[in-house]
């Protein structure tokens, strides 16, 4: 199949444009493993796509088709080029499912992937999390698998991730059995700013394009001290939640940061 470029040209379209929303749940047991959970919707890229590629052309590419499907990231891992031995580690016993239907107007992926012990939590929240070159592999591995051996697949890297991985990653991350804190880190942060697809972004967000982004933590035991009021507290302090725009941390960073003890 020949249609990898139009899903990997549209989705970065649509990442820079920001029209999408994720949910981010994170559960922390008492021995320090875990599941971390991103749900994502980027139902409005259906729209972006048939605006490309016309809907003739998609129905030639099969994009016309229901795909209702769950991947198993080890099925894909010796094939992700551009993840590290680590994030490998990270992800193998993850799984991804994916739902497409053009007609509806339905584009979600469900990612769900456990971790051990407080180490590889903080790995998998540290350099912007599962949403760089860990998604592009998968994405790619998804989309490429069934695609014609002789198509060109040398800008695929370069359509994904469009250099937006490190979007959040400019946080310094600290997980352990009593905390788990997100702090800006300046130089991390001036390097992403300085970055020329930078003030396109600013001026997306001023004009109000939004990335709807929401983070729930579930801990095991109750929040003692929450150091941002963005935090709202479920009744039995052991579930934190934050919503916001992803976008404004490209001008307030602080606002985002936070130190959680439990």
Do not use: W
């Not at 920001?18 to 493993?33: F, H, K, L, P, T």
């Not at 012990?117 to 698998?145: D, H, P, R």
Request: aromatic share 8%; proline share 2%.
């Amino acid at each position: 199949m020949r249609f990898l470029k139009y899903v990997l040209v549209t989705f970065c379209f649509l990442a820079t444009l920001g029209c999408y929303e994720v949910n981010e749940e994170i559960a922390i047991n008492e021995n320090g493993s875990g599941v971390f959970n991103t749900k994502m919707d980027m139902s409005q890229l259906i729209e972006l796509m048939q605006t490309f590629a016309g809907e003739e052309k998609m129905s030639e590419e099969g994009l016309d088709r229901v795909i209702d499907t769950v991947v198993n990231f080890k099925t894909l891992i010796d094939s992700a080029k551009e993840m590290t031995a680590e994030q490998k580690e990270l992800m193998k016993d993850g799984k991804m499912h994916m739902q497409l239907n053009v007609k509806e107007k339905l584009f979600k992926m469900d990612l769900n992937i456990p971790y051990k012990n407080f180490a590889s939590l903080q790995k998998l929240l540290s350099g912007g999390g599962v949403t760089g070159n860990v998604m592009s592999e998968m994405m790619k591995g998804v989309f490429g698998k069934n695609k014609d051996n002789n198509a060109d697949s040398s800008a695929e890297p370069q359509m994904f991730g469009g250099g937006m991985d490190d979007l959040t990653g400019f946080y310094d991350v600290t997980v352990n059995k009593n905390v788990i804190s997100k702090k800006v880190n300046a130089e991390k942060f001036k390097a992403l700013t300085e970055k020329p697809e930078m003030a396109q972004i600013k001026q997306m967000s001023g004009s109000g394009m939004e990335i709807l982004y929401t983070t729930t933590i579930r801990l095991p035991r109750p929040v003692k001290n929450s150091d941002n009021a963005l935090f709202k507290l479920s009744d039995d302090k052991k579930t934190i939640t934050m919503k916001y725009n992803m976008l404004e941390m490209l001008e307030t960073p602080e606002k985002f940061s936070y130190t959680i003890e439990y």
